[in-house]
């Protein structure tokens, strides 16, 4: 009986391996050498995964492969399977990739995974040209989905990106898991994971830590689940900035769970420019949350207005109602672990809090609340200043 169970084992694997196209980049002339430029290869490579008939899987053996801005274009007629054992480095200009917006882009692609691997865009420099205020580039993402469905993203390791480390525009029915993003705290506007104007999505068990949002949810996102993220350095995890425009569409049904924040500037966030908009944010769920020395553990800032500049009236017309803020515990890095600051024209309603036990300096701390209305129960520490 084992050995038959062998013999039937070796035949699936065999049918399995002989059903799947393979393509090694290596084959189409990219090499490990971390100098020799290979997009051409691995467009090549991704030109024939692409044309298969049958699922496909495209291999990055280990090595360092120099890739300059490159787009992964669909539709392709089956499945792929991007298969990184090594690793995949921006040029060392920062210029090569700076103005490209993306450095690594999926476009009108279904049924794409990308599995292990790092990615490296080498952001170093080009954070210290604006640091410096010299003539630079506007920056690029590292990886990019635009207009696409049922993708993964597992297993992927992300450093120091040019800006956004894993951007999410125009998507449906997307997974990213297991990824580890990195880039120092005094990194400027290095996002971790950004998604816009998609629904579906998913990102679990994750370590991020980045100089801007682990995770920023922006307008048109519906349908998210967030779970065990490890957050910080950062900015925390924000819904926002919404209300850029004045026509735009709303945020719902986001649930970000079991996750735990190490001194980060924000814990759980949403954020809205102060001018008109008739965007929203609702049905929003925070819950069995850890806060380790956060500065503001739970916040709702809707006058987010940088350098006082586009903001005539000092007001948002966002309207944040329905969320949810339950089990979160931990410590808070300043006096005011819960501050709602919402709008005066449109004042957040529907807020509950549940079960919050959040100290400053093993000491009581405090809440402050600017139109904004909703209920408690359970322990509630800070003791809620929500209207009723």
Known sequence: MATRLIVLSCIFLAFFQSSNAAYNVVSFG????????????????????????????????????LLKPIVFSGPCKSKIVFQIAGTLVAPSDYWSIGNSGNWILFNKVSWVSVKGGIIDAKGASYWSCRRAGRSCPTGSSSI????????????LKSINSQLIHIAIYHCNDV?????????????????????????????????????????????????????????????????????????????????????????????????????????????????????????????????????????PNQNSGVKISQVTYK????????????????????????????????????????????NAAGLSNGVVIPRSCLQK
């Open 144 to 155: 990019s989905f635009m207009w696409s469905s049922n993708i993964v993203v597992n297993g």
């Open 327 to 370: 089990n979160i515990r931990g410590t808070s890095a300043s006096q005011v672990a819960m501050n709602f600051i919402c709008s005066s024209s449109n004042p957040c309603n529907g807020i509950k809090l549940q079960n919050i036990r959040l100290t400053y300096n093993k000491r009581a701390a405090t809440s402050s609340c600017t």
């Open 175 to 311: 997974v990213l898991r297991n990824l580890k993003i990195t880039a120092p705290s005094t990194s400027l506007n290095t996002d971790g994971i950004h998604v816009q104007s998609s629904t579906g999505i998913t990102i679990s068990s994750s370590m991020i830590k980045t100089g801007d949002d682990c995770i920023s949810i922006g307008q048109g996102s519906k349908n998210l689940w967030i779970d065990h993220i490890a957050c910080g350095p950062g900015h925390g995890i924000s819904i926002g900035s919404l209300g850029d425009n004045v026509y735009e569409d709303g945020v719902q049904n986001v649930t970000i769970t079991s996750s735990v924040f190490t001194r980060t500037q924000n814990g759980v966030r949403i954020k809205s420019w102060a001018r008109p908009s008739n965007g929203y944010a609702r049905n929003i769920v925070f819950r069995n949350i850890i806060m380790r020395d956060v500065y503001n553990p739970i916040i709702i800032d809707q006058k987010y207005c940088p350098d006082n500049k586009g903001c």
């Open 30 to 65: 990219a090499r490990a050498d971390g100098k020799t430029d290979s997009t051409l290869p691995f467009l090549r490579a991704w030109g024939s995964a692409c044309n298969s008939v049958r699922s496909a899987t495209i291999y990055v053996p280990r090595g360092t492969f």
